[in-house]
C-alpha cells in the first residue's frame, strides 16, 4: 500500500511535470536538518533534499508526508517560509497527528515532499504600500513576499493578530527586512518593540492605510479574519489576495477536496417573461491546489 502510493504520488507529479502549463513540481526525500522548537507547540523545520529546488514563490506551498506510515496516510501542505538552493524552512504548529509525529522527528530523518504548489501572491503591481495581515500562523508566506517587496522600495507593513504574545513568532526576521510591524493580541499582552494592539487585527488596517496612497493589501489566517480584512478592502476599494488555509489530501488537483466556491464572469441571459436581458453573477468551484491558495479576494464566494 504504501510502496503503491508513493508511487502514485510519483507518477502523478511526473505527468503534471510533462503537461502542465505553470511549473516544474519536485518530487523526493528530504533530510531534517533542524527541527528547532519556538514555542510550546510552534516549530521551524528545515529540510535539505539532493540538488536544487525549482523557483518557490511567496505564497506557495509544499506537501509534507511521513514515510512508511499509515497513520497518517496522506501527505499535509505547508505554506514555505523560506527557500535558498536545496533548503526549504516551513513553520507549524502542533494540531493533530502529523504534526504531533513531526514534532517528535529529529536531525537526519527524511520526509517525503513536493513542491512548489499552488499559486502564490502577485509581485508586481503599482501599489507603494504594501500590507499584510496575517493571523494565527498566517505569517508564514509574508517573509519571502516582503523580500520581494522591499526590493522595491515599497513600505511594507505587518500586521499580526494572535491569542498572546507568547505566540508571537519570526518577527526578527521582518524587522531585519525593514517591514513596519504591528501586533494584535486577543488578551491584550504587548511587546514594547513592536506596536501593540488589543483586540482584532483587522482593526489595524484603517489605523495604518493612508487615503489615497497606492495600497496592496495581503491576508493569510482563519476564514472569519480574511473575510474581514476583505470587507476593509472593500470600503477603500483596495484590491486584496487572500492565501486560504484549506485542508488538503494531494496537492496536486486529483482529488477535487479543497475546492471553494468562485464567482465567475457575468453571463447574459434572457428573461423569458418580459423579454429583457439580464446580467446573471454564475459561481464555480476551484481547487485551492491548482488555482489557488491564493485568491483574489473579490472573486470568492464569501
Known amino acids: 500500500m504504501l510502496n503503491f502510493l508513493s508511487w502514485l504520488y510519483f507518477f502523478s507529479v511526473t505527468i503534471m511535470n510533462m503537461f502542465g ?5 519536485w518530487y523526493g526525500s528530504g533530510i531534517i536538518e533542524n527541527n528547532l522548537k519556538l ?10 533534499v539532493p540538488g536544487t529546488l525549482p523557483t518557490v514563490n511567496a505564497g506557495q506551498f509544499v506537501m509534507l508526508r511521513l514515510p512508511n506510515r499509515t497513520n497518517p496516510l496522506l501527505g499535509r501542505p505547508f505554506a514555505v517560509y523560506r527557500v535558498s538552493g536545496n533548503v526549504l524552512e516551513v513553520i507549524y504548529v502542533v494540531v ?8 517528535k522527528m529529529r536531525t537526519g530523518d527524511t520526509l517525503d515532499l513536493w513542491t512548489p504548489l499552488g499559486n502564490g501572491f502577485s509581485t508586481v ?21 516582503a523580500e520581494k517587496y522591499v526590493q522595491t522600495d515599497s513600505h511594507c507593513t505587518l500586521l499580526y493578530g494572535t491569542q498572546n504574545i507568547e505566540r508571537v513568532i519570526g518577527m526578527d526576521d521582518f524587522k531585519k527586512l525593514g517591514v513596519d510591524i504591528h501586533l494584535a493580541t486577543d488578551d491584550g499582552s504587548c511587546n514594547k518593540d513592536f506596536v501593540s494592539h488589543h ?3 483587522t482593526d489595524l488596517i484603517s489605523k495604518v492605510y493612508q487615503l489615497g496612497e497606492p495600497t496592496q493589501i495581503f491576508c493569510c489566517g482563519p476564514r472569519p479574519m480574511l473575510h474581514a ?6 470600503q477603500f476599494n483596495l484590491p486584496c489576495e487572500v492565501s486560504l488555509e484549506t485542508s488538503m489530501s494531494c496537492g496536486l488537483g486529483i482529488c477535487f477536496g479543497c475546492v471553494v466556491k468562485c464567482r465567475c464572469e457575468k453571463e447574459n441571459k434572457l428573461d423569458n417573461d418580459n423579454d429583457n436581458n439580464h446580467d446573471h453573477e454564475t459561481w464555480d468551484y476551484r481547487r485551492t491546489c491548482i ?7 473579490y472573486k470568492l464566494c464569501w
Do not use: C, S, W, Y
Request: overall charge negative; proline content about 3%.
Open 125 to 145: 503591481n503599482t501599489a507603494t504600500h504594501i500590507i499584510m495581515v496575517a493571523g494565527g500562523i498566517g505569517q508564514t508566506p509574508f517573509l519571502m513576499l
Open 229 to 234: 480584512a476583505f470587507q476593509i478592502a472593500q
Open 96 to 103: 493533530g497527528k502529523m504534526t504531533e509525529h513531526l514534532a
Open 39 to 48: 514555542t510550546e507547540q510552534t516549530f521551524r523545520l528545515t529540510l535539505t
Open 199 to 201: 483586540g482584532f487585527v
Open 291 to 297: 488555482e489557488g491558495p491564493v485568491f483574489d479576494a
Open 21 to 25: 502549463e505553470q511549473r516544474k513540481i
